[in-house]
């Protein structure tokens, strides 16, 4: 890793190298999806996302949105949190979540929320550590339209 880590939004000159990132968490993407998901993102008033840069390469990246459910009310949620391996463990997830709670702040809510699956015992370990409580264990179910 060259030089200090910093944080700024995301933007589509990022797609390639926060698609190699995505890949590294196991979910394979073209830098073409990449670009209209960050788009798509860049135009939202509920989703925001954001890099982690050394130098001039990005090693993580976060994205964050606003939910609102009839039944428990307004939250916000970690959509997707990746460090790269070669530089994990040097708190840029934590530099990365800083930055997340203080979006969350600022727009009045008070919980932030991430859904981990149940075989990430790495990732539950750095959220407990970072603050974040258990709530409860889930299924998640999908329901696949077809193409148009």
């Known amino acids: 890793m060259s030089g200090p880590v910093y944080i700024r939004h ?5 797609a390639a190298q926060i698609a190699v990132l995505s890949e590294e968490l196991g979910y394979p993407t073209t830098v073409k999806d990449t670009i209209s998901n960050l788009t798509a993102i860049d135009k939202s008033n509920y989703d925001v996302a954001y890099v982690a840069v050394a130098g001039e390469l ?3 990246w976060i994205h964050v949105l606003y939910s609102i459910r009839l039944e428990s009310g307004p939250f916000c949620e970690i959509g997707g949190l990746v460090v790269s391996k070669t530089v994990q463990g040097k708190g840029i997830g934590k530099l990365l979540v800083e930055k997340a709670i203080k979006w969350v702040a600022e727009r009045n809510i008070q919980k932030l929320r991430v859904r ?6 790495g990732a ?5 550590k970072n603050g974040f409580h258990e709530q409860k264990q889930q299924k998640v179910f999908e329901y696949l339209l077809p193409e148009v």
């Open 10 to 14: 995301a933007s589509v000159k990022d």
């Open 58 to 60: 990005v090693v993580g």
């Open 116 to 121: 981990s699956n149940v075989i990430r015992e």
């Open 124 to 128: 539950h370990a750095f959220y407990l």
